[in-house]
């Protein structure tokens, strides 16, 4: 497995492009688009708000209750003393009975909520990665040239679990809390203005204490994301270059690298968790000031107002809940910044650009069995490419390719031949100019009918987890045992597998390890073989072999090239004296056009490059 595919495969957490500091782009459209994503659940969040409107609301009448068994005992024990009186454990206990049936009430509120949100945010992640995965196939291949593929996977993993997990924890506390704050400063305005005017002195400070910390924490957090992702990043990539970072003596440098990209993270991090932590402490003092204040005052108004003994019992503890429901909210708020920061990247990457929409009313180019009907003539009419539109790197390609011909592409490094093919199979849009296959325009094909006319072998092999079998039948899924070992016949293949072990069924491990390079490549060939294509494509696809094994692929591919449209792609030019036609390129354009004898013949630019391979470089 390539380098590259091992990283798209592991899943590499690079996040580029973000600096420590930087903050939310748009924190309040942010989590306005994550409202409105959650439309499919209104109607479960209605009930949510209600099962925390109940279980809130028994909580909140609690206390009041508790006061009143308390002031029972009171005047008992003063009834006691005083009066020749006792006191009425009757009542006490009724009293402690519907107090207990309140709580099981509210906790099986509080259960129900809980139950029907967790559902919902697993929803919402099942949805947002489901989302992320469809939208990967959507985006065209210019998009992964600008982004890591550990940067893409780091939003399906850590931040789409950011924000299922802040969801859980902030819808359930922002309803709970509101709630509160209104249903527990009513019962104590009920029990006495005065204790609320002095208990809600301190909201203010509060208020401020939260703005303060909300306002320095979001940066934070959003670093935190970003540098993790780095750490993470850099892990994997020496975890899957491992044995060239070794073969390089690159552990030093790998350290230093990882030391520094964990220092960035460790700066952030402990600001954030920090920021995070800070709040409770600062809103609890500025409660438990609030709370004296209302200890001293409640017993001046016992013993001058006669307010009773049991109120000012549960006024107390009416200011502990009233005060938790405050640090909550600023809780959320540090929550809901990290929940901005993830979510934002998330959608970010949702509307990234996606590629040309397959044409309303395409060719069909299938017969009645649903089996490809071209021939596999290609034509190129005026093409003009470039990866970046200011830098164009083809200009101006025509060439006419007759069905059934080999057609070899060579030229130095760079000269544009594996972009050739990408054109072909749709894989980049064309600046200007047409491909055409047997005179069809291929952007009037859908991309599922274009590239199911081409099978390719690439230079570099890559196989997935799973059996010999599974690898090979990967060019066509619907092939028969038969059929994929007929092509690994024509590969040359079936021996080297029939000396395994377990044959066809020998488990391919993740990285590729328990089979050399060269029989991968060779995997990959019998692959195309079963993909039975109208056009082969193959990108130095001998490469990775020896001599004898290049020979007996040569035999195949012979056979498979017969009466189909085959492009080549070769740095040695031995391999393809026998092309029907050579297109020999140089920065992006076609210099020459002839078979082998006639460049040669032509003492020109491939004259040059064939006869650079025998020539003594060190002369």
């Known amino acids: 497995m390539s380098e590259k595919n091992k990283k798209m495969k592991t899943g590499m957490r690079m996040r580029p492009g973000m600096m420590a500091g930087e903050k939310a782009k748009n924190f309040k459209g942010t989590i306005a688009k994550l409202i409105r994503y959650m439309k499919p659940y209104y109607v479960q969040i209605f009930f949510i708000v209600i099962f925390a409107a109940c279980s809130t609301i028994f909580n909140i009448i609690g206390p009041r209750i508790l006061g009143s068994a308390t002031t029972k005992l009171a005047e008992g024990l003063v009834a006691k003393y005083t009066q020749n009186g006792g006191i009425d454990f009757e009542a006490i206990k009724n009293i402690l009975l519907r107090l207990l049936c309140i709580y099981l009430a509210s906790a099986l509120f509080n259960y129900f909520q809980g139950w029907t949100m967790s559902g919902i945010t697993q929803k919402i992640t099942y949805n947002l990665r489901k989302e992320i995965s469809e939208k990967i196939n959507r985006l065209p291949l210019k998009y992964f040239d600008k982004q890591t593929h550990g940067e893409v996977l ?168 009233f005060n938790q429901p405050i640090t909550q909210t600023a809780q959320i708020m540090n929550v809901l910044q990290s929940t901005a920061a993830a979510a934002e990247r998330v959608f970010e990457f949702l509307e990234e650009e996606e590629e040309i929409p397959d044409t309303a009313e395409p060719v069909n180019i299938r017969d009645e069995n649903g089996q490809i009907r071209l021939k596999g003539k290609v034509t190129f009419g005026d093409v003009v490419f470039g990866y970046n539109p200011d830098k164009i790197i083809i200009h101006d390609f025509n060439a006419y390719i007759p069905a059934g011909s080999q057609v070899a592409i060579v030229g130095p490094t760079g000269a544009g031949k594996t972009t050739i093919v990408k054109l072909l199979m749709r894989f980049y849009e064309l600046n200007s100019g047409k491909i055409y296959i047997d005179g069809k325009d291929s952007t009037t094909l859908t991309r599922k009918d274009l590239r199911d006319c081409f099978g390719m072998v690439l230079q570099d092999a890559w196989l997935h987890t799973g059996t010999i079998m599974d690898n090979i039948r990967y060019g066509r899924m619907d092939a028969t045992d038969e059929e994929v070992m007929k092509a690994a016949e024509e590969a040359y293949v079936d021996h080297f597998i029939r000396t395994l072990e377990n044959g066809y069924q ?43 094994t290049e020979i007996l692929i040569q035999k195949g591919m012979e056979k498979l090239m017969k009466g189909r449209t085959s492009f080549v792609i070769a740095h040695r030019l031995s391999t393809i004296r026998n092309a029907d036609m050579i297109l020999v390129m140089d920065h992006g354009d076609i210099v020459e056009i002839g078979n082998h004898e006639e460049l040669l013949e032509k003492n020109g630019f491939y004259a040059k490059l064939y006869n650079s391979q025998f020539e003594d470089v060190t002369a």
Request: overall charge negative; glycine content about 8%.
């Open 154 to 321: 780091s939003r399906v993993t850590n931040d789409v679990d950011t924000v299922s997990q802040s969801l859980n924890q902030s819808i359930q506390q922002v309803f709970t809390s509101i709630i509160t704050i209104i249903g527990v400063l009513y019962m104590m305005i009920s029990i006495s203005w005065q204790l609320t005017l002095m208990a809600l002195i301190v909201v203010p400070l509060s208020g401020i204490a939260a703005a303060f910390v909300v306002k320095n924490s979001q940066k934070y957090f959003k670093a935190q994301q970003t540098t993790l992702g780095n750490v993470n990043g850099h892990i994997e990539e020496m975890y899957a270059g491992h044995i060239v970072m070794k073969a390089f003596n690159g552990e030093e440098r790998s350290i230093n690298e990882f030391n520094d990209l964990n220092n960035k993270l460790y700066n952030a991090a402990w600001k954030a968790q920090f920021m995070s932590g800070i709040m409770q402490p600062i809103t609890s003092f500025i409660g438990n000031v609030g709370y004296v204040g209302c200890c001293v005052l409640g017993g001046y108004l016992v013993i001058h107002n006669g307010l009773a003994i049991g109120d000012i019992q549960a006024f107390i503890q009416y200011v502990r809940n």
């Open 506 to 548: 020998t488990e391919i491990n993740e990285e590729s390890t328990n089979i050399s390079q060269g029989q991968k490549q060779l995997l990959t060939i019998a692959r195309a073989f079963l993909s039975d294509p109208k056009i082969l494509i193959l990108d130095e696809a001998t490469s990775s072999v020896d001599t004898r």
